[in-house]
């Protein structure tokens, strides 16, 4: 089982690598789903893997310099107290109870939907607020949005793992339009780690992490992404991003149903 476990973290890495979707929407469920792992292990056993692989890919766009700090400090302001109360809520409700662990896989559900979303639509909703400049947020408004958007994303990522991804990065397209795509990637990146960090020790503390099989999916992204991000030229875009789509979408009704 556990050289499964490497191939399959390879698999997701790879497939992370050519897209830039998170992990969360392709590790979360394919636990859940072809492995047999409750929901709230799945989620807290790939928040411990985001918060590590996170953390090496913000060193890499800090050197870089794409990262957009005040942003990051915003999203943190409305995401990491989200998650410390998205904690609070399973620890008081019951992290492993079946009840928990069902409302857990539906919000996993969701958060892959909206992921679809966010890849399939991204590109229209940038196009039509670069048409409308008169709908862009400024000033204490774009703060407020953002600080929002964090914490909605916080809740989000600690019921779920997803959403510190591809709908982090469309929120913050959203948001700042004129935002390049490099900073919008290293800020979306940066953010997630103190929020996943944080989310993984809530779910540390509930018992919800599975020391040996995060090891395991490690051992396997690390090269997966890599060869990942090597071929991302050679393979069109809208190609694995349809694939992609149409995957999640399967996934999330396989998870309701």
Same mark, same amino acid.
């Given at each position: 089982?556990?050289?499964? @476990? ?17 992990? %969360?929407?392709?590790?979360?469920? &394919? ?12 989620? =807290? ?17 800090? !050197?870089?310099?794409? /990262? ?5 400090? &915003?999203?943190?302001?409305?995401? !990491?107290? *989200?998650?410390?109360?998205?904690? !609070? ?5 019951? +992290? ?19 992921? /679809? /979303? ?18 862009? &947020?400024? %000033? ?8 929002? +958007? ?25 948001? @700042? ?7 919008? *990637? %290293?800020?979306?990146?940066? @953010? ?6 944080? +989310? ?6 509930? =018992? ?19 060869? %990942?991000?090597?071929?991302?030229? +050679? ?8 694939? &992609? ?5 399967? /996934? ?6």
């Amino acid at each position: 089982m556990t050289l499964t @476990y490497i191939f399959s973290g390879f698999a997701v890495g790879t497939l992370v690598g050519l897209t830039g979707v998170g992990g %969360g929407s392709l590790m979360t469920p &394919l636990l859940t789903l072809l492995f047999g792992v409750s929901p709230t292990v799945a989620v =807290g056993t790939d928040l411990a893997f985001a918060s590590i692989t996170k953390a090496a890919g913000t060193f890499t766009h800090r !050197l870089r310099g794409t /990262v957009e700090w005040h942003v990051v400090r &915003l999203l943190c302001y409305g995401a !990491l107290p *989200a998650a410390v109360i998205a904690t !609070l809520f399973l620890k008081h409700f019951g +992290a492993l109870d079946k009840e928990i662990g069902q409302l857990i896989r539906y919000s996993i559900a969701v958060s892959v939907l909206l992921t /679809v /979303v966010a890849l399939l639509f991204k590109g229209k909703m940038l196009n039509w607020l670069n048409k409308h400049p008169e709908k862009q &947020l400024h %000033g204490k408004n774009l703060a407020a949005a953002t600080i929002i +958007a964090g914490a909605v994303l916080g809740t989000l990522v600690t019921i779920s793992s997803i959403g510190a991804g591809a709908i982090g990065a469309t929120l913050l397209v959203m948001l @700042y339009p004129r935002m390049s795509a490099a900073h919008i *990637a %290293g800020t979306d990146i940066a @953010y997630a780690v103190p929020l996943t960090a944080i +989310a993984a020790f809530g779910h540390w503390w509930l =018992g919800s992490i599975d020391w040996v099989l995060l090891g395991s999916l490690l051992i396997g992204s690390l090269p997966g992404i890599t060869l %990942g991000s090597m071929a991302a030229r +050679a393979v069109p875009e809208k190609f694995l991003r349809g694939l &992609l789509a149409t995957t999640l979408t399967l /996934v999330a009704a396989k998870l309701v149903l």
